[in-house]
């Protein structure tokens, strides 16, 4: 028996594309000594988690490719892009200038130090009117670049402090575009950040443009919405963590960004890396290592640690030739003064370490001032009896769990900061407070002390937790709730609701106008959707349709087949049916229907669907005449994520050869046909006819091609009905409303156009 629940297509277009945005693209370019240009995709975390969509060439990326545009001919420039492209990447160029001021200037100068609740140089705070003119400057040329690649109704997730003025630049140009957010480092304390940021009114606004804004934990959001409150911004819900603007909502969310467990377990059997492993061991047979990872940068205490580890070293002799602290300390941002000063201070103090300590025999600090391949890293990480991760401030922290992910005999201790990010999920570590040194030393102390039981446990119940949270599920969670926060959305930035004085406007222009087209959605527009199902139309309902039907065109469109539309409405002999999305109509006075399908594609992709329907317990196939819709919503959520992805894998190189759509509704997949849409309907609907009253009512996201691909004339009346952002230009929340409507036209003498 079929089953009616796929009628309520409420998804987006699995196809629509996702367009991510970040500083720098995960492919960077570089120009050779023989003047030629190498391009190498890099493997970091975020390129990671994100490959399942990257791999889809409708999604783009869009960032920095790591050249300064100076350095470019328009040839060279022509030639990276086309390169790129290949990587579905498109390139933002900026010369050096910006780069300087944009980059080295506000972001790292002054954002970047702020947020990690550090001092700004006075050198920073003389030139910062023109960084953050610079900083603007740069979003702005984003922005560019995001309108000339992207559709108006896109998913656009814009990546963290370098372009926190870029979401607000995207609303106003585009209003409906659905825009997330990521800050990837700390959200400071309101009071610190109203108090030394000259511009923070602005960066908050700028990501109050998102319909999403995501942080690594819970305290950065409260910081967020405390930032937003005492500049006036909104209304702040903070149970649901919701911020309510006048024209929509913005939804604040945490988001733990998580690793490629998988990779790092891999990595543990790797031929190379334990070959590297078995070197290393050689080198320190009986020594416990203490391992530090880290850009060199102020806000992770790099100083602060060796100076931890000298204290150690000054407290308790006995552990001299029995430790070795080895740093792995990656280049970074060198162009900026401060960081040239970290490195000198932290070169010496190691120096200072070894001198004092060191022996022909034993190094205290082994320093490696360099960035290693991932294997290296990785047999580092297995050969760290103790990891010593202690920054003054950090987002989350990945090298904590990369570690811990690289122990697959669970025998190392995480000692961490407090404030790290990660320390709200890696409980098990020993905690340490960066503001109190003695912790760190007494941290120490413990890790080399903790017996082996104790710190399997551990490391055990951290890589559940780990493995549970990767990197794959934070991206998925996070455009999933990107979906769903536009759908619910209370309103499109002009999407008013339906006055009584509006109703009564309309009524009078319905009762005047000549030739009406009344285009209804049927399911829960006016045939209420129950938990048992479709229900027909009301009493009432049948009464008034068939009066305007006197009148007026009216065109009832469905996501419902032919069958069950012939069942409930197959008496109006007047009135145009569309089922299956544009794929059936049965125009007034015809008894048979018109068929847009093809249906030689079923085969293959049935083949794939079946499988699924196999493998995750709960999912179910309809067959519909013309389409095929997988439904998930008996099954675990994970498996059922999962395999959408997988799905939407093998099915998409078929949507392409068959020229079929893939779309994602509410907890289904359905294939079909491409083409055909409520949309495609409602354009030849208003070819008909030079209509002077056209009333267009839907509920669906996906009727939002039926309000803006109509192309209706500019006075036509659309109507959205409950929440959710779609071009509709006005609203109302209940499909009784939509009888009422349609109540006060029938007395008027007035007819109408409804789509189903
Ligand atoms: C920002 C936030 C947040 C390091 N050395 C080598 C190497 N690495 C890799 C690590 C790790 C990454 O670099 C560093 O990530 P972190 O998370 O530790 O720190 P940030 O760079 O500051 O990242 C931070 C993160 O964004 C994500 O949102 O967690 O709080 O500050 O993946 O493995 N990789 C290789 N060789 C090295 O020598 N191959």
Redesign the pocket.
Known sequence: MPLERSAKAVGSLLNQSLIIVSNRLPVSVKKGDDGRMEVFPSV???ATGLSSYTKNADNKWIGWPGIPSNDLTEDEKRFISEELRQHNCYPVFLTQDQLNDFYNGYSNSILWPLFHDLPVTEAAIRERDRFWNAYQQVNRLFLEVILALSGPEDAVWIHDYQLMTLPDMLRQARQLVNIGFFL??PFPAAQNFADHLKWGADLVAGLLGADLVGF?VHSYMDNFMAAVESYGMGTIDKDNARITLPDRIVQVAEFP?G?DYKRYMRASKDPAVLQELARLKEMFPTQKVILT???L?P??GLVERAAAYQTLLQEYPNFHGKVTLMM?V?PSRTEIEAYKNLKSRLEELVEDINKTFGNESWTPVVYMY?????E??NALYQLADVAFIAPWR???????K?YLASKPNKDGVLVLSKT???AEELTDAVIVDPARPETLVSGLVRALKMPAEEFRRRAGSMQQQIQNADIHNWANSFINALHSTADNQEGGAHTLGLTGRQAAKLNRRFGAASSQLVLLDYDCVIAPLTPAGMEGLPAELHEILKELSVQADIVIVSGQTQSLLEEKLGGFDNITLVAEHGLFERLPGEKSWKSYRGTDWQAKVLEHLEKFTEKVQGAELEKKDCSLVWHYDKASSYDAQNAVLELKRVIGPLAGVWKLDVLQGSMFLEVRPKGRSKGSTAKEMAARNQYDFVLVVGDDSDDCSLFVDGDWPEEAVTVKVGPGRTGARLRVFRPEEVLGLLRSFKASGSVLAVSA
């Open positions: 970091g975390g975020l990837h480092i690594h960004i690793i990872v880290d850009r940068d806000s992770k792995l990656v360099k960035s290693l391949p991932f290296r890293l950090d987002g989350m922290n990945l090298v904590a990369e790290a990010g990660a």
